[in-house]
């Protein structure tokens, strides 16, 4: 009877591997070096949304807008509406493009819903 002879699967040869990994077990060593894997998950950008000036629009308009939209209390969107009636522009808040993009829809709709010149606008943050 032939005696059966045990042998492993030869091991094809790997371009990748340097001499030292081809040194034990075909560079199939068991032995490794933990990594933590990468995080490809990129943080979203943000878009500030601005409130502009008018010689139009009603002060009490804009508070109630701020209020609405932008969940501000009234003291805090009497400061913003003021800030903006003086310096021209302000901040409303920061948001990923796609809420930003909505608010400034449904402040520009109310606004012209009421007659209002009232504009908004978004910026990059
Ligand atoms: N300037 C306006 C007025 O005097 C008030 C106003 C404030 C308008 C802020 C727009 O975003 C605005 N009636």
Redesign the pocket.
């Known amino acids: 009877m032939t005696p059966v002879r045990l042998q492993s699967a030869p091991v094809r040869f790997d371009p990748r591997l340097t001499d030292e990994d081809r040194e034990i077990g075909g560079g199939r060593t068991g032995v490794g070096v933990v990594t933590k894997p990468e995080t490809k998950t990129a943080k979203p950008a943000l878009y500030k949304v601005l409130?502009?000036?008018?010689?139009?629009?009603?002060?009490e308009?804009?508070v109630l807008t701020l209020q609405r939209f932008f969940k501000m209390t009234i003291e805090d969107a009497t400061r913003v509406?003021?800030h903006?009636?003086q310096r021209g522009v302000?901040v409303c808040g920061i948001f990923t493009y796609e809420v930003a993009e909505t608010k400034v829809n449904q402040v520009i709709d109310f606004a012209r819903q009421h007659q209002h010149p009232?504009?908004?606008t978004m910026e990059k943050d």
């Open positions: 409130m502009l000036n008018d010689d139009y629009t009603p002060m308009f804009v509406m003021l903006v009636h302000g009232l504009q908004c």
